[in-house]
């Protein structure tokens, strides 16, 4: 951290974060035995230190319907092939994509009678992540796939993220005059999409004519922009303002920042510290 002065708010720090949020898991099969047993495989897999929270239904329409909720996000659906009819799982996973137009969450096809299909081809087909015949889908090799392709969900859903900030920074610097708070909650979207799930990340100003400080721009728990009392632990490096404030960049993450991830949080600090400076002295 630089020696640069930042005021902190001085009410008391905020309680620690709660637990992770699991991963949302939809299992699919016609058979109780199978459900019960996936239930047993996969109850102490854990991603980043997250646990699976699984949901079960037994046939195709059920899963259909599970994933037409509003509040249906689910990092993989682990798919029985035969159910209602000899293809009831083909057709699940080919409604996902196509009529739901979902390419990011993952697919395991799960099937009792492996020769019936070719792998290959079915998982081209369908966009699926894993092929996994009953017999051969021991506790470690189900735990094994489905924990890939959680870390293969969340992977993608960040580049999803970057993807969607980055229009929205491309957006803001097309303005003009170029609108300094919509560029730097830009920035701070794109750092937040590519931390660990869950993190939040602010941009925090003091202001030498008051105590405490304000969120600038946030995402995650700042992104209300309401008044914030970091601790200084959160604290990536600051800098100070033409004016006699400080800006710093707050990280509250439950995993520890990378060297690459410490650098990328201290470049949006220096772009945002940049065009606020403009602004300072458009405004004198």
């Known amino acids: 951290m630089s020696d640069d002065t930042f005021s902190f708010d001085e009410r008391p720090a905020p309680a620690p974060p709660p637990p992770r949020a699991p991963w949302e898991v939809l299992v699919v099969d016609d058979d109780p035995d199978i459900l019960r047993v996936t239930e047993v495989s996969l109850a102490r ?126 957006d803001a610097l097309a303005i003009a005059p170029v609108d300094a708070h919509a560029v730097a909650s830009a920035l701070v979207a794109q750092v937040s999409a590519l931390l660990a799930p869950g993190s939040s990340v602010a941009l925090v100003r003091s202001h030498p004519s008051r105590p405490g400080a304000t969120v600038y721009a946030g995402s995650g728990r700042f992104a209300d922009g309401a008044a914030c009392a970091p601790i200084e632990r959160d604290t990536v490096e600051s800098r100070s303002l033409a004016d006699g404030g400080a800006l710093a960049l707050v990280v509250a993450t439950d995993a520890p920042l990378t060297a690459h991830n410490r650098t990328l949080c201290v470049r949006c600090l220096d772009a945002a510290l940049g065009l606020l400076t403009a602004d300072l002295h458009v405004a004198r």
């Open 45 to 170: 897999l854990t991603v980043d230190g997250a646990p699976l929270h699984l949901t079960c239904c037994e046939s195709g329409a059920a899963a259909r319907e599970v994933l037409s909720r509003d509040d249906a996000h689910f990092a993989v659906v682990l798919l029985d092939v035969i159910m209602e009819t000899d293809d009831a799982g083909l057709q699940v996973a080919r409604w996902i994509r196509e009529e739901r137009r979902d390419p990011l969450t993952r697919l395991l096809l799960r099937t009792g009678q492996p020769g019936l299909l070719d792998a290959r081809s079915v998982i081209a087909a369908y966009d699926l992540h894993d092929y996994l015949a009953k017999v051969e889908a021991t506790h470690a090799r189900l735990a094994t796939a489905v924990g890939a392709a959680v870390r293969a969900w969340r992977d993608l859903r960040a580049l999803a993220l970057v993807r969607c900030s980055l229009d929205g920074l491309l």
